[in-house]
Structure formats: C-alpha cells, structure tokens
C-alpha cells in the first residue's frame, strides 16, 4: 500500500513561489502518473498537473506558465513548482498517482499580503 507525504507548504506573499515535494513510500517507476490536486475551503479537489513516466506533463489552464510539476524516481519523489502565487491558489495541496490510491494529509499553500 503506498502513501504519499506532501510538504513544502507554507503562507506566501502574492508573486511569490514554494517548492512543494511529495514522498512517496514506495517506488513510482512504474506508476505511469503522477498528479498534483487541490482544494480550496468549500470546494471540490481539483486537477493541477500531472507527469507521466516519460515526462509529458499536463496542466490546469490556470496554472500554466506558473507552474512546473516535475518527478524524480530515483528519490521516488514528485515536485511541484509554483512561481507567480496569486491568492486564489490557497488551498490544501495533495499529490496521488492516477489512478488514485490513499489520499495523503496535504501541505497548506496560504497566499496572502
């Protein structure tokens, strides 16, 4: 069974960025996806990237440009660059392969002047 230990997160001012990283307890060579959720207060979770073995990645339009969802497999670990935060990107940060296995606690993302 694997899990997933989110970090990184933290409050940040607007234009801002936080590296977050997501641990996974066993290797994700052979996890053919790895996606980053969120979840704002009173909303559902919601998609923001994903990266595939091979590297093709894919975005939240909202996110593009802003956001670089990387995978290092050798440290069975998935990153999640986010530059340029706008205060409507705080929300709980989960990370999870596809298809979805047990969620992790998250890493709060707070952006705010």
């Known amino acids: 069974q694997v899990q997933f230990v989110e970090s990184g997160g933290g409050l940040v001012q607007p234009g801002g960025s936080l590296r977050l990283s997501c641990a996974a307890s066993v290797s994700i060579t052979r996890i053919p996806a790895m996606v980053w959720y969120r979840q704002a207060p009173g909303k559902q979770r919601e998609f923001i990237a994903s990266?595939?073995?091979?590297?093709?990645?894919h975005y939240l339009d909202s996110v593009k440009g802003r956001f670089t969802i990387s995978r290092d497999n050798a440290k069975n670990t998935v990153y999640l660059q986010m530059n340029s935060l706008r205060p409507e990107d705080t929300a709980v940060y989960y990370c999870n392969a596809y298809p979805n296995r047990d969620w992790g606690q998250g890493t709060q993302v707070t952006v705010s002047s």
């Open positions: 990266v595939a073995t091979g590297g093709t990645d």
